[in-house]
């Protein structure tokens, strides 16, 4: 092994030599135990959330596999329909084509070229981060095996009434010409208008206030051509007697119906709302209930025939409104004719006034255009009868959330769920199973010549497939069964479903976790999952959400193998249209990391990722937590190279053959002391794991190796190992001791950090005692009560209090650690006698002490520095020791520095200029400076007035 741990050197190699060995295929007979990927997109590559993600699924998958269970971790990839679509659509782009130039059946050749280029490259990142999933099966949402499965999940549904086609308002996205769920709609808030627009009373009718005319304000002007109606509420004094009347709708001339609607707020604006059914949402809830028409002002065509000349403006209105529209609005984009309607209103003196306004602005999550809600014909699932069962399995345990609040998102949403538009525009996807005949009637079926075959149709009478395709979350909700083959009864369907674990973010929650548990309810029979665990979501060091728009997106492979300054602004900056916050993207880049990021592992990732699993909190990534993680695999790594420095060529108590009895060893309490501690530890790392505490059970592993094991241990040890004296049965059993719990260490953190444990295991195993070629199936730790032993950790502790104790004197006082001391004792019981004489061997050897003796009953205790262990004095007589006026005037200089420090520091942050002006973070460090700085003095007053009074 090297001297050097060089991640880079054996990750690669490991990666390849398990999956060439088939280890991460399901194994033995045991209980099995399942989790599947989320699927990611294939357009894309691995971001933070996906690591983090992976981290946590490995853990899981790792963990079960050693503790024997027969397991699962299924792999598989989205084919994304919307984002794929749209970079093909880019690429072709830029060539001058566009998908309706080459044509349906051209365009899909072009996507699965692209995928076959491209696709593979999220499975590349994935194996870089060491996630051992059975390749074996990988699957594609698109592959012929899903695809079926999607084709039977619809037919079932549409044959159980759970799936039908009908008019009504969807979100249409106008950039790219298809509907999207209110999942893929954000909401922004942004800067508007109110416009306040007179619309005439009819029949010579007056308000209360003898006005000729109603006021209502609206953030759409140009909906006004598709107005029905305008509702006031049914207990506003000011409008009573209109009810029932009508207004004349300006620009149209048509006169349209005054309703009272509770829907209404008095108390905003005028208390008038114009009622546009076709083109809002609330709107069209109240148009159905007073039998309102529904006017569509949008051209269909501009959508859907996009690439007619005529059409080349998406969201144009059409000419069909009403015959009296003016030519000039048809096939005008929706934007210009809002301009043009207002102006048309303030021509006519109905335009009231126009006031700023705040307003939450709907935007297509994918295209960022403003969304339009539209009436359309399109698919869609009745989720009431499916919400039903999907929350009885939520509400009786059968599927728990981890944490449990998250229920409460789920029920919430689950209990008030809307149906779902599963049709979309597009041409990559799942094409939708369903033919129409001439006549437009359609027929739903597997393939046409089941249609032909169910509904009687004859060969001669021309059919055509529906042009489209299924939402993509559709065809991942079937996925805990679709990739274990159903429809079929397949032995791996019956084997690993219902899965045991879903890990993921509490983002998609409704978009993924809801339709799986509805979908395989009903389609199975069966939860598709007994756990949901909800994790945060990752954000940067200061808290913010990764974006690119905010330029702190880090990639996990840029940590894992590092990246220069120039290439990080490259990838941060490039593609941005806007000068100005590239530039500050740079600079925000160039302070974070004036050097790159350094490469750190894959290892050193995943653990922190680990670390920072705390139940369903988001997570803020630090980039100083990696670094540590880096040395804690150093510090492993030098351990394993002290213990086989110490172990390999000699004897270490081990039985090297089928017959050979181990021989004698003698166990010291040092050695005691640490296999008693390894067995709490793997106790509290097993209680956390089950409880889905990665972090606790990271922090358990991590104090225990650093703290326990490299810190004390290892130099506990060093008197007996490399003392001439000492027995045989005692090296033995200290070599013994060595190997086996460096061994077991490694089982314990090998779900964490796979490759380091593995390396080191190849070489430790033997010399422990242990066979097998590779540590991924060697068996899981479990606490040996036997192994506790309690005397002997409360005689270590007790060492370890002593050791520090002289070693916190001999810094304060400034005595050199390898100058050899005496120590008196003072306040001594029998029990701090007894652990002192058994131990002084290795407290003189290790403290660099001379003479230790205990203070006689009544005897005056020295002029010492002291420390306490326990009620115990340990006391270091200074005669001798130090030259009191020299250190006093050493503290006095050091005293002095850190007053020149605060005077500079203090004198910034009270320069009003300076606060003003500098960036939050500079001041925060050095407020940082100051505390510190002040800290450190207190504490060097405390050592010279200690010295002082010797």
């Known amino acids: 092994m090297d001297k050097t741990y060089q991640p880079h050197a054996i990750e690669s190699r490991w990666y390849a030599e398990w999956e060439s060995q088939n280890y991460f295929a399901p194994q033995g007979n045991g209980d099995p135990y399942t989790i599947m990927i989320p699927p990611p997109n294939v357009t894309g590559s691995l971001h933070m959330g996906h690591g983090f993600n992976n981290a946590i699924m490995d853990a899981l998958i790792r963990w079960r596999r050693m503790q024997g269970r027969n397991t699962l971790w299924q792999p598989g990839t989205d084919h994304a329909g919307i984002a794929t679509q749209m970079v093909v659509e880019r690429q072709l782009g830029a060539q001058g084509i566009s998908r309706h130039d080459l044509g349906r059946a051209r365009f899909l ?40 499965a999607v084709k039977e999940a619809f037919v079932r549904l549409h044959e159980d009434g759970l799936i039908y086609r009908g008019k009504r308002l969807v979100n249409w996205d106008t950039k790219l010409h298809t509907a999207i769920s209110d999942l893929e709609v954000e909401n922004h808030d942004e800067k508007g208008h109110l416009w306040h627009l007179r619309f005439p009373l009819a029949d010579g009718v007056k308000t209360a206030e003898g006005k000729d005319h109603l006021v209502v304000a609206t953030t759409r002007p140009e909906t006004v051509l598709g107005d029905a109606a305008v509702a006031v509420h049914p207990e506003d004094e000011r409008y009573s007697q209109l009810i029932g009347r009508h207004v004349l709708l300006p620009l149209v001339n048509r006169l349209i119906p005054i309703v009272a609607d509770d829907y209404v707020d008095r108390e905003f604006g005028t208390g008038c709302v114009k009622i546009t059914p076709a083109h809002d949402f609330n709107d069209y809830e109240v148009g159905k209930r007073h039998n309102l028409p529904l006017i569509n002002i949008f051209d269909q065509n501009a959508a859907v025939l996009a690439k007619a000349q005529v059409f080349n403006i998406d969201g144009t209105l059409n000419d069909k409104v009403d015959p009296s529209l003016p030519d000039g609005y048809a096939h005008m984009d929706r934007f210009d004719a809002r301009k043009a ?19 939450k602005v709907p935007r297509g999550d994918r295209s960022g255009t403003i969304i339009e809600p539209w009436l359309t014909d399109q698919w869609y699932v009745s989720t009431k009868p499916l919400a039903k069962k999907a929350i009885e399995v939520v509400e009786n345990g059968d599927i728990q959330f981890v944490p449990k609040q998250y229920e409460n998102m789920y029920f919430s949403w689950m209990r008030d769920i809307q149906d779902w538009c599963i049709s979309r525009q597009l041409w990559w996807g799942h094409r939708i199973p369903a033919w129409y005949d001439e006549a437009g009637n359609v027929y739903v079926g597997r393939d046409e010549v089941d249609v032909r075959k169910k509904y009687a149709i004859r060969n001669d009478e021309p059919l055509r497939q529906d042009n489209d395709v299924l939402d993509t979350w559709f065809s991942s909700g ?46 199975t029979g069966q939860i598709p999952f007994k756990t949901v665990y909800v994790h945060g979501l990752v954000r940067d060091g200061q808290g913010q959400k990764m974006s690119k728009s905010k330029g702190n997106v880090l990639d996990p492979l840029d940590i894992v193998d590092g990246i220069s300054l120039d290439t990080l602004l490259e990838k941060r900056t490039s593609g941005m249209m806007q000068p100005k916050l590239a530039e500050k993207i740079a600079k925000q880049t160039r302070n974070e990391f004036p050097e790159g990021i350094a490469s750190y592992g894959t290892d050193a990732l995943r653990f922190t990722f680990c670390s920072l699993a705390s139940t369903g909190r988001d997570i803020k990534f630090d980039m100083g937590r990696v670094e540590g993680y880096r040395n804690f695999c150093n510090k492993l790594w030098n351990a394993a190279n002290f213990v086989f420095e110490n172990t390999e060529s000699k004897d270490t108590g081990v039985a090297q053959g089928a017959t050979d009895g181990e021989p004698p060893v003698e166990l010291s309490s040092v050695d005691r002391w640490i296999i008693s501690s390894l067995q709490r530890t793997e106790m509290e790392v097993n209680r956390q794991l089950e409880a889905f505490r990665f972090d606790l059970a990271t922090q358990a592993l991590y104090e225990f190796v650093w703290d326990e094991y490299c810190a004390w241990y290892l130099e506990l040890v060093k008197p007996v190992l490399w003392d001439e004296n000492a027995s045989a049965e005692r090296q033995r059993g200290t070599r013994r001791t060595l190997v086996r719990v460096l061994e077991a260490i490694l089982r314990l953190a090998h779900p964490f950090m796979p490759f380091i444990t593995e390396e080191i295991w190849q070489r430790v195993a033997p010399l422990a005692g242990k066979s097998g070629p590779t540590l991924m199936l060697q068996p899981w730790p479990e606490l040996n009560p036997a192994r506790l032993d309690s005397a002997a950790e409360g005689d270590i502790e007790w060492v370890k209090a002593f050791m520090l104790g002289i070693r916190q004197i001999r810094a ?99 320069n009003a200029g300076f606060v003003d002006k500098a960036p939050a973070e500079v001041i925060e460090k050095e407020r940082a400076k100051l505390a510190e700085a002040e800290q450190a003095k207190a504490r060097l007053l405390e050592q010279r007035e200690r010295i002082a009074s010797l």
């Open 341 to 359: 309607i207002v102006a048309e209103f303030e021509a006519m003196g109905l335009l009231e006034k126009i006031d700023e306004h705040a307003l």
């Open 812 to 910: 304060e006082m400034n005595i050199s650690m390898a100058k050899r001391i005496d120590v008196v004792l003072g306040n001594a019981s029998a029990e701090d006698i007894r652990r002192l004489r058994e131990n002084e061997p290795l407290l003189n050897k290790l403290a660099k002490l001379d003479n230790v003796r205990v203070l006689a009953q009544g005897e005056e205790a020295p002029l010492a520095a002291t420390a306490l262990v326990g009620d115990l004095q340990v006391l270091v007589p200074m005669a001798g020791l130090i030259d009191k006026d020299a250190e006093l005037a050493r503290l006095d200089k050091e005293i002095a520095r850190f007053d020149g420090e605060i005077k500079r520091v203090g004198g910034k942050l009270g």
């Open 478 to 523: 079937l996925w805990t069964f679709s990739t274990l083959g159903w429809p079929e009864q397949t032995d791996f369907l019956k084997t690993f479903h219902p899965t045991d674990v879903l890990v993921t973010g509490f983002d998609i929650i409704f978009f993924w976790v809801a339709r799986m548990i509805m979908l395989s309810t009903h389609l």
């Open 109 to 148: 050749d072009k996507v699965w070229e692209w995928k076959e280029e491209s696709g593979g490259n999220i499975t590349r990142q994935i194996r870089r981060l060491g996630s051992s999933v059975d390749w074996s099966r990988e699957r594609f949402t698109m592959d012929d095996g899903m695809s079926n």
